[in-house]
C-alpha cells in the first residue's frame, strides 16, 4: 500500500513537473515599456495607406498564404470580447479574434452586450435611448489577427475582455491556397465607417502590446 501511495505521488510530481518545463518553454517573452508611455484610447486609429513593405509568403501544415498589405495600422483599444478560430481553412493563419472599442465607447459599457459570432462581432441594448448606436458602429472593429511571429502567436491567447492593447501592424489581403490547390480570398475593411460582411479588419501584427507587457 505504502509503495503504492509513493508511486503514485512520483507520477503525480513528475507530470506537473513536464507541465511546468512545458508552460514556462512556450510562455511568450515580452518587454516592459516605459512608465510614462500609456495606452490611451482616446485616439482613432492610425491609418497610412500603400504602405512600402513586402510580406513573406506563408506556408501552414501544407497551406500556403499570400498576404498584401493595403496600409499601415495602429491602433489603441479596449477589448471586450477575444475568440479563438479552430476550424475554417483561415483559422490556420488567423487563429484569433479580438472585438475592440476606443473613443467615447466604453463610457457606454454598463448598457451594451458584446457576442463574436462566425469571426462576427455584434452588439445589442436594451436602453437604446441612453447610448449613441451611430458613434458605437464607428467606434468599435472586430479584428481577425494574424501573428507576424510565434512568439505573438502565442501571446494572442493572453488578452481578455477589458484589457487594453495598442496593435501594430498592417491591414492586409490574403489569398489562400490549400493542398488541393482551392483559393480563398479574405479582403480587410479599409474604413471604420463599414458594416456587415467585409467590415472587419484583417491585421498582421507586428507588435503586440497588452496592458503592460510587449509581444513582438
Not at 30 to 38: A, H, L, M, S, V
Request: charge should be neutral; proline fraction near 6%.
Amino acid at each position: 500500500m505504502l509503495n503504492r501511495i509513493i508511486v503514485t505521488l512520483a507520477i503525480a510530481i513528475v507530470i506537473a513537473t513536464a507541465v511546468f518545463v512545458y508552460n514556462t518553454m512556450n510562455e511568450p517573452v515580452y518587454t516592459i515599456p516605459d512608465e510614462e508611455d500609456r495606452i490611451d484610447i482616446s485616439l482613432d486609429p492610425i491609418q497610412i495607406a500603400k504602405p512600402d513593405t513586402i510580406i513573406p509568403i506563408t506556408n501552414i501544415s501544407g497551406s500556403r498564404y499570400t498576404i498584401h498589405p493595403e496600409a499601415s495600422y495602429s491602433m489603441s483599444a479596449m477589448i471586450v470580447s477575444t475568440r479563438r478560430y479552430r476550424k475554417g481553412f483561415m483559422s490556420k493563419l488567423s487563429p484569433f479574434d479580438y472585438a475592440t472599442i476606443w473613443g467615447r465607447t466604453p463610457d457606454y459599457l454598463p448598457y451594451l452586450k458584446f457576442d463574436q459570432i462566425v469571426r462576427f462581432c455584434l452588439f445589442k441594448t436594451k436602453h437604446p435611448e441612453l447610448v449613441d448606436i451611430p458613434y458605437i458602429s464607428s467606434h468599435m472593429t472586430n479584428n481577425h489577427l494574424i501573428p507576424a511571429t510565434n512568439n505573438i502567436r502565442k501571446a494572442l491567447s493572453i488578452a481578455d475582455a477589458h484589457d487594453l492593447v495598442k496593435i501594430e501592424g498592417y491591414l492586409v489581403n490574403v489569398i489562400g491556397q490549400d493542398k488541393k490547390n482551392n483559393f480563398s480570398y479574405w479582403n480587410t475593411s479599409l474604413t471604420r465607417e463599414d458594416r456587415g460582411n467585409g467590415a472587419c479588419e484583417i491585421i498582421y501584427v507586428c507588435k503586440l502590446r497588452i496592458n503592460d507587457k510587449i509581444y513582438e
